[in-house]
Each structure stands twice: as C-alpha cells, then as structure tokens.
T-cell receptor, first 113, second 116 residues
C-alpha cells in the first residue's frame, strides 16, 4: 500500500534557527496535509496543499507540494520554544479514498531556548 | 466551538473487559474516523465512516467494532480488550470530498487507553 516517509525522525535545534523537514512517497498524492501535535493533544492542521508546485505559508511556516506529486516539505523559520511537538505529513490514498488519510510517522522537534 | 469531543480522556481496563469509546463532532461533517497512535508508528486508521449509515475497515480493524449512531456520533468498541490494544485513540471528522480535493480532518484530543 501507499506509505509516507518522513525525515528526519527527530530534530534538536536552538531557538531562532530555521527548520526543514520533508515527506516522500513512492506513489502520487493529490493532496498533502501538514499537522502538528502538541503533547497530550490531537493533531492540528497547519497547512493544506492541493496542487503540484503549490507553495503556501502560514505565519512562520511554509510548505510546498512537490512537482512530481511524490513529496512535500515543511519549513519553519526562526523557531521558538512553542514550536516543540511532532509534525506529521498526511495525504489521501489514491485508490478507494473516501476522505481517509495515510500519515507519516512524524518528525519530533525539540527547541532549546 | 467544541469541534471533535472524545470521552473518556483516560481509561484503564483489564484484559478481556469491553469498552466503548465515544466521539461526537459539531461541525456537521459527513465523514468520521478512528485512529490509534503508538510510539514510532504515527497514526493508523482503524475504521472510518464516509457518511451516516456506512462504515468501512481501515488499516488495523481487528479487535474493534464501530457504530455510526447518527451524523454527529461515531463510537469505537473493544469487545474483549487485549494488552496489544494499549494505545492513544483519536477520533477525527471531515467535510465532504469534492471533485478536486479532500477536506482536511479535524481531530479530538484523544483517549489514552491502558489494558493490563
């Protein structure tokens, strides 16, 4: 079945640094979603991408839908302590999708003040 | 705006006990989902309901049953709990899929379930 591979698995950065993480698949996705999960809470949608090549920003966050439709990346600029959490990419499987999503295994971000 | 509400937030069960996890959404969404989250595994889909009256298996349905009680509510039942079902369970909902895109899913805060 379709899988999403996220990298890196974890990151330890200094406050103020920029962060980049990505998500790849061996098959095509028509939608890419990026979620953030804070400890003890459910995932919250950060950015939704619907078109190949699309570049979308949400504050200090920027995400791009890869031209091949097999990858996406998320950048965070000037990180702050509240950026700590797990970031997930997700997308609907091509076949038989009724809105359900496949999730990557997440990138755990730690920020040192 | 409550969004997606899950109850209970925490539960401890003994092996063999049964339990129903409740989920309700107030966004008038057609589709609802149940996931489990285990360390290092991300979120895996257990069951989903594309619309009221329909349910379908996801990636890891064994040991679970679901009921789409009405448009708002989607429950997950463990008939005979096993230690392997210790996990954090998330319910989610989304609006209707269009010809061009899937609507993003909105998640509850989870139910932390431990089975001894």
């Amino acid at each position: 079945g379709q899988q999403l591979n996220q990298s890196p698995q974890s990151m330890f950065i200094q406050e103020g640094e920029d962060v980049s993480m990505n998500c790849t698949s061996s098959s095509i996705f028509n939608t890419w979603l990026w979620y953030k999960q804070d400890p003890g809470e459910g995932p919250v949608l950060l950015i939704a991408l619907y078109k190949a090549g699309e570049l979308t920003s949400n504050g200090r966050l920027t995400a791009q839908f890869g031209i091949t439709r097999k990858d996406s990346f998320l950048n965070i600029s000037a990180s702050i302590p509240s950026d700590v959490g797990i970031y997930f990419c997700a997308g609907p499987p091509i076949r038989g999708s009724q809105g359900n999503l496949i999730f990557g295994k997440g990138t755990k971000l730690s920020v040192k003040p | 705006n409550a969004g997606v509400t899950q109850t209970p937030k925490f539960q401890v069960l003994k092996t063999g006990q049964s339990m129903t996890l409740q989920c309700a959404q107030d966004m008038n969404h057609n589709s609802m989902y149940w996931y489990r989250q285990d360390p290092g595994m991300g979120l895996r889909l257990i069951y989903y309901s594309a619309s009221e009256g329909t349910t379908d298996k996801g990636e890891v349905p064994n040991g679970y049953n679901v009921s789409r009680l009405n448009k708002r509510e989607f429950s997950l039942r463990l008939e005979s709990a096993a230690p392997s079902q210790t996990s954090v369970y998330f319910c989610a909902s989304s609006g209707p899929r269009t010809a061009y895109s899937n609507q993003p899913q909105h998640f509850g805060d989870g139910t932390r379930l431990s089975i001894l």
